[in-house]
C-alpha cells in the first residue's frame, strides 16, 4: 500500500495534467511537474475502462502503487519536490514488464529535472 504522505491529492489531478511534463511509453504516461522542495513525492494513479473491467483495473492499480513504493526507495526519490501522475493507457498484469517501464519513465523525469537544474 501507498503510503498517505506519498499519495496526490485529487484536487491537483487536473493542474498536473496541464502544467507537467509527460513522458510516454507502451503501457502509460508519467506526467512530472515541480511543485514544493520541502515535501516527499506525490503519485496519482489513473486507471480508466479502456484498460479493462473493475478487477483489471483495480489490479493494475494495486500493481502500480507496489512499484512506485519500491521505487522511491531504489531511486531515491524522498523530498525531490515533484508530483507525478500516471495513467494507465495498456492492461499490463505482469509485475516485472510493468515495473520496467514505470521505472524507465521516472528515470527519463529525473534526468530532465536534473538537466534543468542545471540550465538555470
Same mark, same amino acid.
Not at 531515491?76 to 499490463?92: P, R, S, T, V
Given at each position: 500500500?501507498?503510503?498517505?504522505?506519498?499519495?496526490?491529492?485529487?484536487?491537483?489531478?487536473?493542474?498536473?495534467?496541464?502544467?507537467?511534463?509527460?513522458?510516454?511509453?507502451?503501457? +502509460?504516461?508519467?506526467?512530472?511537474?515541480?511543485?514544493?522542495?520541502?515535501?516527499?513525492?506525490?503519485?496519482?494513479?489513473? *486507471?480508466?475502462?479502456?484498460? +479493462?473491467?473493475?478487477?483489471?483495473?483495480?489490479?493494475?492499480?494495486?500493481?502500480?502503487?507496489?512499484? *512506485?513504493?519500491?521505487?522511491?526507495?531504489?531511486?531515491?526519490?524522498?523530498?525531490? +519536490?515533484?508530483?507525478?501522475?500516471?495513467?494507465?493507457?495498456?492492461?499490463?498484469?505482469?509485475?516485472?514488464?510493468?515495473?520496467?517501464?514505470?521505472?524507465?519513465?521516472?528515470?527519463?523525469?529525473?534526468?530532465?529535472?536534473?538537466?534543468?537544474?542545471?540550465?538555470?
Amino acid at each position: 500500500m501507498l503510503q498517505k504522505r506519498y499519495r496526490l491529492q485529487s484536487a491537483l489531478f487536473k493542474d498536473l495534467y496541464e502544467k507537467g511534463k509527460k513522458y510516454r511509453d507502451t503501457y +502509460g504516461m508519467l506526467i512530472a511537474l515541480p511543485y514544493s522542495r520541502d515535501i516527499t513525492p506525490k503519485f496519482g494513479f489513473v *486507471v480508466s475502462k479502456k484498460i +479493462g473491467n473493475a478487477v483489471q483495473r483495480h489490479h493494475m492499480t494495486r500493481l502500480l502503487r507496489v512499484i *512506485v513504493q519500491e521505487s522511491i526507495k531504489e531511486l531515491k526519490l524522498d523530498d525531490n +519536490g515533484y508530483i507525478y501522475e500516471y495513467i494507465a493507457f495498456q492492461f499490463c498484469d505482469d509485475y516485472h514488464i510493468l515495473k520496467e517501464s514505470v521505472k524507465n519513465l521516472l528515470k527519463k523525469s529525473i534526468k530532465d529535472e536534473k538537466s534543468n537544474t542545471l540550465d538555470n
